[in-house]
């Protein structure tokens, strides 16, 4: 099985990061950081090691919706950490400035992975066929023939999403739910305005995109995936109850 970026893509996607385009949704509210705040900041950037942020090496640009409600949409940055062939893991910032705010988590597998869970488990799973075969994900700033490699290999592969903090609702603190969020399956579904509203920040066009990625072979789905298209909506909620199987040892 191919790696999720070769060791020249990963060279190639440190090159060009794809500009700072994209601010964050909102200003969280809270005092301006005192004096003595910046000077620890600055004391840890230099001393302190930071190898776990390090992996973090590739840059997605795509869109999620809301389990249960396919109207409630929104961008989303992805910064991917590879941890071996088949298992990866992704921060979620709703922009690519310094602004920019973590809204969640995405956890990618390959389809050998996902074949292996539980029905119910499946239930919580999204493919990204029609994300790539669109045109809608994209790998800002690294050139296309290396974006069609890495596409290539995530058209196959199933992410789980979980949305921490809800700038797209204007949430100026992380309140509220964790929610699942889903992926994009058929053309019609995204909102063509947030859709040409991201193109014309990165300077692209995803229906160009779309066409260069025709060889891509769309892979069968496993039964299990995008479970919401049958109806069959997984959400997080609150509640005084505790789960058993979170505090198995």
Request: proline residues 5%; glycine residues 8%; aromatic residues 8%.
């Amino acid at each position: 099985m191919n790696k999720f970026v070769p060791v020249w893509i990963l060279a190639l996607a440190l090159m060009g990061c794809g500009g700072k385009n994209s601010s964050s949704n909102i200003d969280a509210p809270g005092d301006e950081k005192t004096v003595k705040d910046k000077t620890l900041n600055a004391g840890a950037e230099l001393m302190q090691d930071k190898t776990p942020l390090k992996g973090f090496s590739t840059y997605l640009d795509g869109f999620h919706f809301y389990n249960g409600n396919i109207n409630s949409q929104m961008e989303a940055h992805h910064y991917v950490n590879q941890i071996n062939d088949d298992v990866y893991q992704a921060i979620i910032f709703d922009g690519n400035g310094k602004d920019a705010k973590i809204m969640g988590v995405e956890y990618i597998i390959t389809a050998p992975m996902f074949a292996r869970l539980a029905p119910e488990e499946k239930k919580l799973w999204h493919s990204h066929h029609h994300e790539v075969s669109s045109g809608s994900l994209i790998a800002p700033g690294i050139p296309e023939v290396a974006e069609h490699e890495l596409m290539e290999k995530l058209v196959s592969t199933y992410g789980k999403t979980i949305h921490t903090w809800h700038t797209d609702q204007e949430k100026e603190l992380p309140i509220g739910s964790p929610m699942i969020m889903m992926g994009f399956t058929k053309d019609g579904q995204l909102n063509p305005g947030i859709l040409r509203d991201r193109d014309k920040r990165f300077n692209i066009s995803s229906a160009q995109k779309k066409l260069h990625r025709k060889d891509i072979r769309t892979p069968e789905i496993i039964p299990g995936a995008n479970a919401w298209e049958k109806g069959e909506v997984r959400q997080l909620v609150i509640t005084d109850k505790v789960d058993s199987v979170a505090h198995k040892h």
